[in-house]
């Protein structure tokens, strides 16, 4: 093995062409540098030096070892370099929900990545009751989560409002036991299309299960479901359906809100809050 020192000491013996130089160079005495030098060829097996009056030159295995000790030197100061860069890279931990996260992107959250290069942004994607069970357990820094309440340890953002929508010339709204598509469990919309069904109202049959938006909407537009989607999804190939005429779920108004981990803030969390609050601010609490 090739100790980084005595590569050190070669390099300064190279570069100087003579050992009583090279010794003050590097702040050694010249006993210790031939020493080393004697070490290196040892590790090597190679004559490495010529010795003269004039001072020293160096053998052809000397010039090939001369060209990797300067790109090991390298690497060593890049190592150290990217460890001591390491001891103050921040990471921000930023959950959002699944069905939302496109419009995110199409936002503040390229904006952030662009503006604060120096800081690591992971973003992880979930149904909004997983976001927060992941929150409390200390997974996330900063979330944006979906709820029928208003937030009581959080701050709203703006709300959200969804629709029962079937395919507009379809009939999967007209069968006996209504095919429905719906986000995954834990998803506040699920939780709430099952806590508002009344056994006075027509049977529902969960079709698909989805976290994705796109996959809820194409079902929807080729008649296989019916299903709760966000007021800004809905296509000229979907029809609203009344809840009370169909004897569907009443769907409440979804506040998108933000909750902090109050234990990991930093001054780079708050600038992605304040970025968050001056998107949403400037799109009018849409984000759409």
């Known amino acids: 093995?090739?100790?980084?020192?005595?590569?050190?000491?070669?390099?300064?013996?190279?570069?100087?062409?003579?050992?009583?130089?090279?010794?003050?160079?590097?702040?050694?005495?010249?006993?210790?540098?031939?020493?080393?030098?004697?070490?290196?060829?040892?590790?090597?097996?190679?004559?490495?030096?010529?010795?003269?009056?004039?001072?020293?030159?160096?053998?052809?295995?000397?010039?090939?070892?001369?060209?990797y000790a300067y790109k090991m030197m390298q690497l060593s100061s890049q190592a150290l370099d990217e460890l001591k860069d390491g001891q103050n890279h921040e990471v921000i931990r930023f959950g959002v929900p699944t069905d939302f996260i496109k419009c995110y992107l199409n936002s503040f959250l390229l904006e952030f990545i662009r503006e604060f290069t120096s800081i690591e942004l992971v973003i992880d994607t979930d149904v909004s009751g997983n976001l927060f069970k992941r929150?409390?357990?200390?997974?996330?820094?900063?979330?944006?989560?979906?709820?029928?309440?208003?937030?009581?340890?959080?701050?709203?953002?703006?709300?959200?409002?969804?629709?029962?929508?079937?395919?507009?010339?379809?009939?999967?709204?007209?069968?006996?036991?209504?095919?429905?598509?719906?986000?995954?469990?834990?998803?506040?919309?699920?939780?709430?299309?099952?806590?508002?069904?009344?056994?006075?109202?027509?049977?529902?049959?969960?079709?698909?299960?989805?976290?994705?938006?796109?996959?809820?909407?194409?079902?929807?537009?080729?008649?296989?479901?019916?299903?709760?989607?966000?007021?800004?999804?809905i296509s000229d190939q979907m029809q609203i359906l009344d809840p009370i005429e169909y004897g569907l779920p009443p769907l409440p108004v979804f506040n998108e809100s933000l909750y902090l981990n109050p234990d990991t803030q930093t001054p780079a969390t708050i600038q992605l809050i304040n970025l968050i609050k001056a998107n949403v601010e400037r799109k009018g609490y849409k984000l759409y």
């Not at 080393?36 to 160096?58: A, C, F, H, P």
């Not at 806590?195 to 796109?214: F, Y």
Request: charged share 20%; aromatic share 6%; proline share 5%.
């Open 135 to 233: 929150l409390h357990q200390g997974e996330f820094d900063v979330i944006v989560a979906t709820h029928w309440q208003l937030p009581t340890n959080g701050e709203l953002l703006f709300t959200r409002r969804f629709h029962w929508v079937a395919a507009s010339d379809g009939k999967a709204h007209q069968r006996k036991t209504i095919p429905v598509g719906l986000y995954p469990e834990n998803c506040p919309i699920r939780a709430q299309v099952f806590a508002n069904h009344q056994l006075s109202m027509r049977p529902i049959k969960v079709l698909l299960s989805t976290p994705s938006p796109e996959a809820l909407c194409m079902a929807v537009e080729n008649d296989l479901v019916v299903a709760p989607v966000a007021e800004f999804r």
């Open 1 to 67: 093995m090739l100790k980084i020192e005595l590569l050190e000491s070669f390099i300064a013996i190279a570069e100087c062409g003579n050992l009583s130089k090279a010794a003050d160079k590097i702040c050694r005495t010249q006993s210790a540098l031939s020493l080393q030098v004697k070490k290196l060829e040892e590790s090597v097996g190679q004559s490495l030096l010529i010795r003269d009056n004039k001072g020293v030159t160096l053998t052809e295995s000397g010039e090939t070892l001369l060209n």
